[in-house]
């Protein structure tokens, strides 16, 4: 499919041109895109995407959306502020008027021509959206939130409507080094307001709720990074609350710094009112820094979850309520720290630009061929439950361990089973479930939970691999102390060389768990061959080390190697010597790994080998909080569900590879 798209592109001072370059950044991975970010004539394609937002920059989007009709991408229920600088601005009121009358009617004409004639009063920017003209000219509608589709509905639109969410930025920045540049202490409680800083942004009264916090907490300090607006008389109002020792404006940032300031915040405010539907790029980057925000509850942000924000009432209790949001969340950073990681979280399963590019490319094709559907839902399927065919579990206390661990072939085995138990079991719930005609590999196969994936998940073809000489394949047995009897198949290859012995799209999930870490040469070929055996769509469940853990940290603080398994093998007299751990990996890496092989990470966490309480590590949790590090993805070990969704990026990451 070809799209032309149409946006705004850095450096232009807009969030939609943030948006747009981020975007095209994985929609390129899945469709032909032919980028017009200035006026342009579309060359031949199969639909035209324009990103429309209220302010001049848009100009262009907007008039090409009239002759060219394609998908329009609402970023707000509002764009008078957008007709009045192609119309009022260049002296063309009779155009402006005749806007006014197509979109508002007789009342709104009249209103605008005793404006014209008196200039006396403003336009009518809140009551005439300007939106009809544009949206009877499209073929589909993307919108980000409800209010915006209702608006569009109220408009009279009744074409395809696709909701699809915002995308989030989930930057790896410490908020240290911008501390440590504002001079702020570790210690001290901050709060951000971020952003073109104009008036409808509540500067005003969060500043006056600032007051009274510092009445209570001298320590607390607030930054507004961003240019301000010319109606805006910042520095007096700083000064009328008596904050100048404790505001600091920042004006305009280069995004590295403005992250990095957002980053240093335990505390951002995202105010708006009024409102008309509009998100914020800003928000998403607080939100996917793990920060506790605090917004208005109007808009789309009434629609975020309970449990990622705060909403303030943009009534008469505006400012009681943001000084008492405040106050809770500087005296308990405990409960702004939880708000906080679970925003992040949140982001990272719903907003992840990937999920949001594929459900764009999902509504456009079928918008391209006349088919589309309402509110686009872009998941992986899942296949039918299937009918569970194992034998009754062992009797004792934990019936599903009991099972696995009678696959245990020796005392040696059982013993490792034992000590990694709640890994076995947490890589089981992970696997995406089996069914007819559904292909699994397990790749260095023990025999462990491998009976499991036939007698739990219910896979009809079971195949394992395991290193060795490519070509040949061993026929290996397993029986549980209960008499149940698994046969696999385990084929031998070298998993960083050879050409693995399966045809493309093969297998419909491949397990790779705790192998990555001991390959020495070349991991990507590894992942390039599992990208190649999986059909489209297909998953990978890898697991592997986490060489970010408190376990990491608290040992290279100690002195020691941070190295889950760093040590080298004595060889042993038959002469055969078992591979070590070449290279552990961070959480941040296995997902740059894997978008690198063509995959979108589905569920990124981390836990334990065997659940067991640590409260030697809390030290290392204070002290990561203290210094606005992340506390998430911790764990002992990394669990991974991808799905296969575009080719592979890169054969030899410059990141990975020299």
Not at 37 to 63: K, R, S
Not at 452 to 470: F, H, S
């Amino acid at each position: 499919m070809r799209v032309a798209f149409f946006s705004p592109l850095p450096p232009a001072k807009s969030g939609i041109a943030d948006y747009s370059a981020t975007l095209l950044e994985e929609l390129r991975k899945i469709v032909e895109v032919k980028v017009y970010p200035e006026p342009g004539v579309a060359a031949p394609c199969d639909v035209a995407l324009y990103q429309i937002g209220n302010n001049g920059y848009h100009e262009f989007c907007y008039e090409e959306a009239l002759r060219n009709p394609g998908v329009v991408v609402l970023h707000e229920a509002n764009l008078h502020h957008l007709i009045a600088e192609m119309t009022i601005k260049r002296g063309n009121w009779d155009e402006y008027l005749r806007e006014v009358e197509f979109d508002g009617g007789a009342a709104a004409l009249k209103y605008a021509r005793e404006y014209v004639a008196t200039r006396k009063r403003g336009p009518d920017y809140e009551g005439v959206p300007m939106l009809r003209r544009l949206l009877a000219a499209s073929r589909g509608l993307i919108v980000h939130s409800g209010c915006v589709e209702d608006a569009a509905r109220a408009a009279g639109y009744a074409g395809p409507v696709a909701r699809i969410p915002h995308g989030a930025w989930i930057p790896p920045v410490s908020g240290a080094t911008a501390r440590e540049r504002l001079g702020v202490g570790a210690e001290t409680p901050l709060i951000g307001i971020f952003g073109f800083l104009k008036p409808y942004k509540r500067i005003a009264e969060s500043l006056r709720a600032m007051a009274r916090l510092v009445k209570h907490y001298g320590q607390a300090r607030m930054i507004l990074a961003g240019e301000a607006h010319p109606e805006l008389p910042l520095d007096s109002l700083i000064a009328s609350c008596g904050l100048g020792a404790h505001v600091r404006t920042l004006g305009f940032l280069p995004m590295e710094e403005f992250v990095e300031a957002i980053a240093a915040c335990d505390i951002v405010l995202n105010l708006r009112h009024p409102t008309v539907g509009e998100n914020s790029g800003t928000l998403m980057r607080a939100l996917g820094l793990g920060k506790a925000v605090l917004v208005s509850d109007n808009g789309s942000f009434r629609e975020l979850p309970e449990d990622v924000c705060l909403k303030v009432p943009v009534d008469a209790s505006e400012e009681d309520v943001l000084y008492e949001f405040l106050d809770l969340l500087v005296s308990r950073p405990d409960l702004a720290r939880g708000m906080g990681e679970r925003a992040r979280e949140w982001v990272a399963r719903e907003c992840n630009w990937q999920s949001v590019a594929r459900k764009y490319a999902l509504f456009l094709d079928q918008v391209v061929k006349g088919e589309p559907v309402e509110g686009v839902e872009a998941k992986a399927g899942e296949a039918a439950p299937v009918e569970e065919v194992s034998e009754p579990p062992a009797p004792g206390p934990d019936p599903e361990e009991a099972w696995l661990l009678g696959w245990a072939k020796n005392d040696e085995s059982r013993a490792y089973m034992r000590q990694h138990i709640t890994r076995l079991r947490k890589t089981l719930d992970m696997t995406p479930r089996g069914g007819p005609g559904r292909r699994v590999l397990e790749m260095g196969a023990y025999l462990q939970i491998t009976p499991a994936l036939k007698y739990r998940l219910g896979y009809e073809e079971i195949r394992g691999c395991y290193y060795g000489e490519a070509g040949r394949t061993d026929r290996r047995t397993a029986r549980h102390e209960n008499g149940q009897e698994f046969v696999c198949e385990i084929d031998l290859f070298n998993a960083e060389r050879d050409v693995y012995p399966y045809e493309d799209g093969y297998f419909s999930t491949v397990l790779c768990c705790e192998l990555l870490e001991h390959l020495p040469t070349d991991p990507m070929h590894m992942m390039s061959e599992i990208h190649r055996i999986l059909v489209p769509g297909g998953h990978l469940v890898l697991t592997t080390p986490n060489a970010a853990s408190l376990r990491a940290i608290e040992s290279i603080l100690g002195g020691g190697h941070p190295g889950f398994f760093q040590s080298y093998l004595r060889p042993r007299p038959e002469g055969e010597v078992e591979v070590r751990h070449n290279r552990e990996y961070t959480p941040a890496e296995i997902r740059r790994l894997l978008e690198d092989s063509g995959f979108e990470v589905e569920r990124l966490e981390t836990g334990e080998f065997c659940e067991a309480p640590h409260p030697e590590f809390q030290w290392v949790v204070n002290l990561l909080e203290r210094y606005q590090c992340p506390t998430e993805l911790r764990g002992e070990d990394i669990f991974v569900v991808a799905r296969k969704a575009h080719p592979v990026r890169e054969r030899y990451p410059a990141w990975l590879y020299q």
